[in-house]
């Protein structure tokens, strides 16, 4: 199970961190990444966080001012969203994979306005 919070409101050139937090499965070993879809878009991969390499490759409308990160000893995630911009209102969902399994959460909204 996948369970996302940190969403909200918030002014353009501000700030959130979203959280996901893992249960029910071993977190050490996911792939773990942070998507989303906004208003009449198809959903899009963000970021990414490798559990052995490291490597975290992310979308090219978010390089420089989002950042993923993982605490195993929390299995969780977190996106640190900085310099948010309208464009990145969406339901951002948190995506696990396992071997040949994909497990998905229920996203949290992020809304970008003045």
């Known amino acids: 199970q996948l369970v996302e919070s940190g969403g909200g409101l918030v002014q353009p050139g501000g700030s959130l961190t979203l959280s996901c937090t893992a249960s029910?499965?071993?977190?050490?070993?996911?792939?773990m990444s942070w998507y989303r879809q906004g208003p009449e878009k198809e959903r899009e991969s963000v970021a990414s966080?490798?559990?052995?390499?490291?490597?975290?490759p992310y979308a090219n409308s978010v390089k420089g001012r989002f950042t993923i990160s993982r605490d195993n000893a929390k299995n969780t995630i977190y996106l640190q969203m900085n310099n948010l911009a309208p464009e990145d209102t969406a339901l951002y969902y948190c995506?696990?994979?396992?071997?040949?399994?994909?497990?998905w959460g229920e996203g949290t909204l992020v809304t970008v306005s003045s």
């Open positions: 995506k696990a994979i396992l071997g040949g399994t994909i497990y």
């Open positions: 966080i490798s559990p052995i390499s490291g490597r975290t």
């Open positions: 029910g499965v071993a977190f050490r070993t996911l792939i």
